[in-house]
T-cell receptor, first 116, second 116 residues
Framework: AQSVTQLGSHVSVSEGALVLLRCNYS??????LFWYVQYPNQGLQLLLK??????LVKGINGFEAEFKKSETSFHLTKPSAHMSDAAEYFC??????????????FGQGTRLTINP | EAGVVQSPRYKIIEKKQPVAFWCNPI?????LYWYLQNLGQGPELLIR????????DSQLPKDRFSAERLKGVDSTLKIQPAELGDSAVYLC??????????????FGEGSRLTVL
């Protein structure tokens, strides 16, 4: 079984500052890991994904995340925040290629606020 | 390419009334998911289809919820009768056939239900 814990339901940073959203996972098999973004009244959009290739993954809008197996973490970062980054961010895990199930399990989400 | 299409976007009903949501997945996507998203929380899986077959419906409250995916394309999620606690966003997602994808799900914009 898989689970995800996102540390911090709300994160607030100044425009131009570093963004760091934390995600820890639990999985009984090698996981696939994802970050999704959700803007108000919209569906979820994929930011980036880890699927057992490079541990440092680059996504859209300047975001990246690093898979650290020893820490069971997959934190999301962006060097310089932009006002348009304000949204809800969800970390998710699935069982990967070794799993029969393609069930994606989501964390509770982190609301990112950007201060001008 | 068209994304996942859901309707209606918004629905307001009185408690004990029925309601139905419709989803058209991305063309060629054999796997279809219905997720429930309560306010301020991450999506939770209700049911997953592989073509016409519901392969994971363990989280679907079967006393009042039902779903179908006739012909393995469009899907309908029904609630009858609706309760106040059903107020939430119902997200539909689709993905490629198991074994050929990397677990990425593509989401629709969601159907927001308000039960009065």
């Amino acid at each position: 079984a898989q689970s995800v814990t996102q540390l911090g339901s709300h994160v607030s940073v100044s425009e131009g500052a570093l963004v760091l959203l934390r995600c820890n996972y639990s999985s009984s098999v090698p996981p696939y890991l994802f970050w999704y973004v959700q803007y108000p009244n919209q569906g979820l959009q994929l930011l980036l994904k880890y699927t057992s290739a490079a541990t440092l993954v680059k996504g859209i809008n300047g975001f990246e995340a690093e898979f650290k197996k020893s820490e069971t973490s997959f934190h999301l970062t962006k060097p310089s925040a932009h006002m348009s980054d304000a949204a809800e961010y969800f970390c998710a895990v699935s069982g990967g290629s070794s799993s029969r199930a393609q069930k994606l399990v989501f964390g509770q989400g982190t609301r990112l606020t950007i201060n001008p | 390419e068209a994304g996942v299409v859901q309707s209606p976007r918004y629905k307001i009903i009185e408690k004990k009334q029925p309601v139905a949501f419709w989803c058209n997945p991305i063309s060629g996507h054999n796997t279809l998911y219905w997720y429930l998203q309560n306010l301020g929380q991450g999506p939770e899986l209700l049911i997953r289809y592989e073509n016409e077959e519901a392969v994971d419906d363990s989280q679907l409250p079967k006393d009042r919820f039902s779903a179908e995916r006739l012909k393995g394309v469009d899907s309908t999620l029904k609630i009858q009768p609706a309760e106040l606690g059903d107020s939430a966003v119902y997200l539909c997602a689709s993905s490629l056939r198991r074994g050929t994808n990397t677990g990425e799900l593509f989401f629709g914009e969601g159907s927001r239900l308000t039960v009065l």
